[in-house]
Every structure is written in C-alpha cells, then in structure tokens.
C-alpha cells in the first residue's frame, strides 16, 4: 500500500492527533506520500471519538488516516528513543501535533531531528504558535475559535456559538500541508530541511480577517445577525413551504436578477439598495420580499426559478439527504470503504483537490491499531527478534 502519486518517494512519519495533524497526513497520503502513523500501544484518544465500528473507531478518525500505516510506540520507554532515531532517519517529513514540552522530551523537537537527519522537514501544529505569552497554553479547534472572534458573532443575538464544523483544525491542516509542500520544494533546490510551523489560532486570525480590517480601520464593530450576511443583500436562509434555502447575491447585475424574479423591479433603482453595503444595511426589507416568494413556493419550485435567473442558491440539506444528493454522488464526493469491524461499508470524504494528471484518492482503509508494526520495524532494520523483545518490554 506504500504510495503511488506525485508524492511517491516521500516518507512522513505523522505522530498528529485529533485532526489538524491526522488532516495533514491524510493529505500528503491522498498524493501518494507513505505515511507512517505512530499510534500508543492501546489507541490514541482520537481513534475512538464517534465510533461507527464494532471496535470503537470513529467516522473522523477512518477517513482522517486511510492511506496509511500504523505502528504502535510508547514513548514513555526508553527504547523508544532508538525507534523514533531510525524512523527520522528515513524520513522527509514528521508531523506532530503535541505540545512543545511532549516535542522535545520524546526527540521530535526540531534540533534534535535535524541532529538525526538534517534534511527533515519538521511540520509543527499548536494551538498558539511556538512563542508569544500562550506558547505553553493547551487548546483544541474551540478554543482557537473564541480566541479569533468568530464565536462572538456566530448564531443569532444572544450567547456566542462556536461553528460545529472545525474549521480552525481544517484549515491549519491545509496550511501546513502547503507549507510542507513548499519546504520540500526549497529543499530539492537547496538540500536544506525547515520548520513548517502552522497553529489554529493564526489560522482563526486569518479567516476572520476582513471584520477585523474593517473594526480596525473604519470603526464598525459587527455583531450576531444569525444566517444574515453583513456585506451584501439577499444573504440569507429563508423558509418555502416544505422546507429552507440559502441564497447568497453579490453585485447589482445579479442584485437585479433576483429583483426581477421576485417581481420586486422597484428595488432595482430604490438608492437604499444601491450597492451590496447598503442592501446588506436594509436587509430587513429584502429580507420581508424575499420571505413573501418564498411562501408561496416549494423548495424545488423555489430553487428551479432562482437557478434560471443564475442566482446563487440551494437547499438547506440534512444529513441523509447530503448521503443521497446527485451532485455528491455524480462527482463521487463520497467513497464508501471497506473496514473490518464496521457493518457496512464507511462513507469517506473522496480527495477533495482533483489533479488531472497526478491524481490522488483513497487507496486503502484507515490502519488497524498497530496493524504494520513489524512491517515497518522490518523496514528500519529489526530483526525478527529484535521486534519480539520490543513486545515483550511492551514498548511497540
């Protein structure tokens, strides 16, 4: 299963959990990179959040880590001192998510990689970032979106909501795959390794940047408007008869699109919606026309008026109904795995990023706990009975 792709030839060793550091793995592993994860010798915690299988291991944690490979390592035991040396040894990339502290105690610090091989690149996912007064500060995905400002202006007046998909994770785990990406160009060119260091709350930052330029220059300072957008108008969710849609407009040709098919033409020339700024700033009499159209159609009626005019729109879809669309199934959004202890087969994300050339996709299950630990103890140059006294001294 070792990989096939534009990354066919490089080595990531990936002691990431939870998901920004699995996320980045994950992606090198779609592009054929052989990525080794090094789970502890009973099951890392992120293995078994939201068990879908007989086992215990969670939806997230099998699509996060298919495509690689599992060995299990107690880092706590000395031993494993000379495994971690001879996995670095062989490797181009170790991804870790564990506080700085864990990084150096167990080796996996960036000098005492390069120390071992000094053309490593070091991928390294915090919450906070290496230095700054929060350097030592522990955090997931929800900390890092309080800390952004983005819960304080999700959900509708009233108590702060953190956004239920984690995007602080997601989008660190993006981050630092294209900053591997770029570091292992730089080091074809130049034969140096480096520091990719990526952290939720840089992440959080940069999302949120537009409300902070505009509080930070021109003094406003948003608040809660639940699905309302603040930068044009109509940019809402709204209620037909059967169900809900969501329709986002930008820009007064489509502005006028959407005019013309409400049957509100008067709106067109009205000076209170002018620009995208000042319909969002009069989005409540938007809002009351769009909710009168909408009232007197289906979800389906609505949607097939709006989509002839080219206006951005779809349905507010559950979850069965997303398992069920045609678009999700025509591009095959969706790729349902094999595993052995689940009951059916698992529905994984499919690569997200099509290369037409090179592509990637999912090429095995996610690893059983430990399931390549001699194969890869083997690989490193253990001897069959070198591995069984590892066993034995429960180190692997």
Same mark, same amino acid.
């Given at each position: 299963?070792?990989? &096939?792709?534009?990354?066919?030839?490089?080595?990531?060793?990936?002691?990431?959990?939870?998901?920004?550091? $699995?996320?980045? %793995?994950?992606?090198?592993?779609?592009? /054929?990179?052989?990525?080794?994860?090094?789970?502890?010798?009973?099951?890392?915690?992120?293995?078994?959040?939201?068990?879908?299988?007989?086992?215990?291991? %969670? #939806?997230?944690?099998? &699509?996060?880590?298919?495509?690689?490979?599992?060995?299990?390592?107690?880092?706590?035991?000395?031993?494993?001192?000379?495994?971690?040396?001879?996995?670095?040894?062989?490797?181009?990339?170790?991804?870790?998510?564990?506080?700085?502290?864990?990084?150096?105690?167990? /080796?996996?610090?960036?000098?005492?990689?390069?120390?071992?091989?000094?053309?490593?690149?070091?991928?390294?996912? &915090?919450?906070?970032?290496?230095?700054?007064?929060?350097?030592?500060?522990? #955090?997931?995905?929800?900390?890092?979106?309080?800390?952004?400002?983005?819960?304080?202006?999700?959900?509708?007046?009233?108590?702060?909501?953190?956004?239920?998909?984690?995007?602080?994770?997601?989008?660190?785990?993006? !981050?630092?795959?294209? #900053?591997?990406?770029?570091?292992?160009? !730089?080091?074809?060119?130049?034969? =140096?390794?480096?520091?990719?260091?990526?952290?939720?709350?840089?992440?959080?930052?940069?999302?949120?940047?537009?409300?902070?330029?505009?509080?930070?220059?021109?003094?406003?300072?948003?608040?809660?408007?639940?699905?309302?957008?603040?930068?044009?108008?109509?940019?809402?969710?709204?209620?037909?008869?059967? %169900?809900? *849609?969501?329709?986002? *407009?930008?820009?007064?040709?489509?502005? %006028?699109?959407?005019?013309?098919?409400?049957?509100?033409?008067?709106?067109?020339?009205?000076?209170?919606?002018?620009?995208?700024?000042?319909?969002?700033?009069?989005?409540?009499?938007?809002?009351?026309?769009?909710?009168?159209?909408?009232?007197?159609?289906?979800?389906?009626?609505?949607?097939?008026?709006?989509?002839?005019?080219?206006?951005?729109?779809? $349905?507010?879809?559950?979850?069965?109904?997303?398992?069920?669309?045609?678009?999700?199934?025509?591009?095959?959004?969706?790729?349902?795995?094999?595993?052995?202890?689940?009951?059916?087969?698992?529905?994984?994300?499919?690569?997200?990023?099509?290369? &037409?050339?090179?592509?990637?996709?999912?090429? !095995?299950?996610?690893?059983?706990?430990? =399931?390549?630990?001699?194969?890869?103890?083997?690989?490193?140059?253990?001897?069959?009975?070198?591995?069984?006294?590892?066993?034995?001294?429960?180190?692997?």
């Amino acid at each position: 299963m070792i990989g &096939s792709g534009a990354l066919k030839g490089i080595r990531v060793i990936d002691f990431g959990r939870f998901i920004a550091g $699995p996320y980045c %793995g994950m992606l090198l592993a779609d592009m /054929g990179a052989d990525v080794v994860r090094v789970d502890r010798r009973k099951g890392s915690e992120d293995r078994y959040t939201g068990p879908v299988t007989a086992d215990g291991e %969670g #939806g997230a944690f099998l &699509s996060l880590n298919r495509n690689k490979r599992s060995i299990t390592l107690d880092t706590s035991k000395t031993e494993s001192a000379e495994v971690i040396c001879r996995l670095v040894k062989g490797a181009d990339v170790v991804v870790a998510n564990l506080p700085i502290a864990v990084l150096k105690k167990v /080796g996996l610090d960036y000098d005492s990689l390069r120390a071992v091989n000094p053309s490593i690149i070091l991928a390294r996912i &915090s919450t906070f970032g290496p230095d700054g007064p929060y350097a030592t500060r522990l #955090g997931f995905d929800a900390v890092a979106q309080a800390m952004c400002g983005a819960m304080s202006l999700t959900g509708f007046p009233g108590a702060p909501i953190r956004s239920l998909v984690p995007f602080a994770d997601y989008g660190t785990a993006l !981050h630092t795959a294209f #900053g591997v990406m770029v570091a292992l160009y !730089h080091r074809a060119k130049t034969g =140096e390794g480096q520091v990719v260091d990526g952290a939720l709350l840089a992440t959080g930052v940069t999302f949120m940047q537009a409300l902070l330029a505009e509080l930070a220059v021109v003094g406003v300072n948003r608040t809660q408007r639940g699905n309302t957008g603040f930068y044009s108008a109509p940019a809402d969710c709204y209620r037909t008869q059967d %169900g809900w *849609i969501m329709l986002h *407009i930008i820009g007064s040709d489509m502005f %006028g699109r959407w005019a013309r098919v409400v049957a509100r033409e008067d709106m067109i020339d009205d000076p209170r919606f002018a620009d995208d700024l000042s319909r969002a700033d009069h989005h409540a009499e938007i809002t009351e026309a769009m909710n009168a159209w909408c009232g007197r159609r289906t979800n389906v009626q609505a949607i097939a008026e709006l989509e002839a005019a080219r206006v951005p729109c779809g $349905p507010v879809l559950g979850l069965y109904e997303v398992l069920d669309d045609p678009q999700v199934k025509a591009r095959e959004l969706l790729e349902y795995v094999e595993y052995p202890s689940a009951s059916k087969p698992v529905p994984l994300a499919n690569t997200a990023v099509r290369l &037409s050339a090179t592509p990637g996709g999912i090429r !095995h299950r996610a690893p059983m706990l430990g =399931e390549h630990t001699d194969e890869v103890l083997r690989e490193l140059g253990y001897a069959d009975a070198d591995i069984a006294r590892l066993r034995a001294a429960e180190v692997v």
